[in-house]
């Protein structure tokens, strides 16, 4: 197993702007999906999985910087984004959609697999269920069962409660914009200060939109009982299973500020899967990819020039 030192310097205000979009029906659902631009045909295919409470957004950066190297999709899930609600929102049905995309994208190329957050999850599934698919996985804060889980994350086990998750919600909701909107730069990023303009006018944008979509809530309240759950699965459904059965290289990021995943779990996660490398941030939040996209850029490169070694 091999670790990279990061050292968290300033965002870099690159791809910001959207990638092109367009509609993809799966599973009963168009999808919206998000294209790398400029990526050539020639490239090797990646898949850009994001979080709970995200969208395909959250990868435009890390996706600019990386257009050279592959050709990438970045769909927002189900309940997410400006994609509508599927029948059912948890972390397998997820991967369902996604694993669906995929086929329907790549047929059976290997895919460099990206996820965040959830999407780590939703991640870390998928490439245990198809190892010979997925060339390499780069995991940013995934959210992996953690025994002591930080205090916020304990609101998200509080909106999986029945009752009491509605209500957190609504009563978050009540909030003014920009009270709600600080304490989303705080709960995310490890130093919100220092984001490039567009990025907090991105991330402004993303949140207004957000509260307009009728089905935002119960996305979230779905998404967040599949996490508790995950959490709470025995072993023989553990997260940690999974991990185990992933045969490609993985690159683990982790930020030493992150509010929702704990990055004390950073060793144990390394040495669960079986070919990991570790890149920890102390400076920086839950989202590396959007705060630090550089150092995750290269991080990704040294990865792939280690494999192809």
Known sequence: MDSYAGVTGASVPLGTQEWPARTVPVA????????????????????????????????TT???????????IAPDLPGFGRTPPAARGGINDQADVVAQLWDNEFGDEPVHLFGNSMGGAIAVRLAAS?????????????ALPHPRASAIALWFAALSTPRLGPLVLERSKRLPFERRLQAAYAMIFGEPDRLPPEVRRAYEEELRARDEQPWGPQATLDGARSI???????????????????????????????RLVNAGIRTKAQQAFPDARLLYLPRTGHVAQMENPQEVEQAFRQLCRSVQR
Not at 37 to 52: C, I, M, N
Not at 62 to 72: A, F, P, Q
Not at 228 to 238: C, D, E
């Open 28 to 59: 009963g659902v168009d999808v919206l999906v998000r294209d790398t631009p400029g990526g050539s045909p020639d490239l090797p295919p990646a898949v850009f999985v994001h979080g709970l409470g995200g969208s395909s957004l959250n990868w």
């Open 130 to 142: 198809r190892p010979e698919r997925v060339a390499s996985l780069t995991l940013i804060s995934p």
């Open 228 to 258: 508790l759950l995950s959490y709470l699965a025995p072993p023989s459904r553990s997260l940690w299973l999974d991990a185990a059965k992933v045969t490609c290289p993985v690159l683990l990021v982790y930020g030493g500020r992150d």
């Open 62 to 72: 890390l996706g600019h910087l990386l257009s050279d190297s592959v050709r990438g």
